[in-house]
């Protein structure tokens, strides 16, 4: 079974950048029909989807974060990242790891995102 585990400092000051690293176990993230994406919620709000690493190393960013938004890859410790730069109190967010899966369908590719991690807070105040 595959796993994932959230890492990195809980509080970010503002302007700063945020930093976090999902630990994946159970599979390799080079592994084919697979992704790794970062989602976070606000507390109060939806989920918000961030951006993604395939297993190529190819990343997509959601268009309203995209400036801000980096993820990165170690495949030596089988690790995925994200970096969040200028960063506002708006940041604070409960951020999510996730692998992405993708199954052949009828006219194009159907994804789920089935295995998350369990999430960890993070606070951007000063």
């Known amino acids: 079974q595959v796993q994932l585990q959230e890492s990195g400092p809980g509080l970010v000051k503002p302007s700063q950048t945020l930093s976090l690293t999902c630990t994946v176990s159970g599979g390799s993230i080079t592994t084919s029909y697979y992704a790794w994406s970062w989602i976070r919620q606000p507390p109060g709000k939806g989920l918000e989807w961030m951006g993604v690493i395939h297993n190529d190393g190819s990343t997509y960013y959601s268009p309203s974060l995209k400036s801000r938004t980096s993820i990165s890859r170690d495949t030596s410790k089988n690790q995925f990242s994200l970096q969040l730069s200028s960063v506002t109190p708006e940041d604070t967010a409960v951020y999510y790891c996730?692998?992405?899966?993708?199954?052949?369908?009828?006219?194009?590719?159907?994804?789920?995102?089935?295995?998350w991690g369990q999430g960890t807070l993070v606070t951007v105040s000063s």
């Open positions: 996730a692998r992405e899966s993708y199954y052949s369908g009828s006219y194009y590719w159907d994804r789920y995102l089935e295995v």
